[in-house]
């Protein structure tokens, strides 16, 4: 399977805490720098959060302070995590995991809906 697949998400009050997963094919992403984007209603997708191969980390700044991105590279998947905390209604989106750059044509699996709540 070419595209991640995500899973994780779903509804949260304001301020709650969710953790989102990724598998992606070792085969493809082991060596590869992976990040999570959203596409809220109405808005461009954006990229959150991005982890490179050895662990280096980058945020944006909306999310600075509050999500954590992680990944492990054991075995024939690479799993890649997005720990959310203190999460605010402008949260919402679809969350997607891939590539960091995007290649020309990605291949997107079909993201995981997270609600927040006021």
């Known amino acids: 399977q070419v595209q991640p697949v995500e899973s994780g998400g779903g509804l949260v009050e304001a301020g709650g805490s969710l953790r989102l997963s990724c598998a992606a094919s070792?085969?493809?992403?082991?060596?590869?720098?992976m990040g999570w984007y959203r596409q809220g209603p109405g808005t461009q997708r954006e990229l959150v959060a991005s982890v490179m191969s050895g662990g280096s980390t980058n945020y944006a700044d909306s999310v600075k302070g509050r999500f954590t991105i992680s990944r492990d590279n054991a075995g024939n998947t690479v799993t890649v995590y997005l720990q959310m905390n203190s999460l605010k209604p402008d949260d919402t989106a679809v969350y997607y995991c891939?590539?960091?750059?995007?290649?020309?044509?990605?291949?997107w699996g079909q993201g995981t809906q997270v609600t927040v709540s006021s």
């Open positions: 891939n590539q960091v750059p995007l290649p020309r044509a990605p291949y």
């Open positions: 070792a085969s493809i992403y082991r060596f590869r720098k």
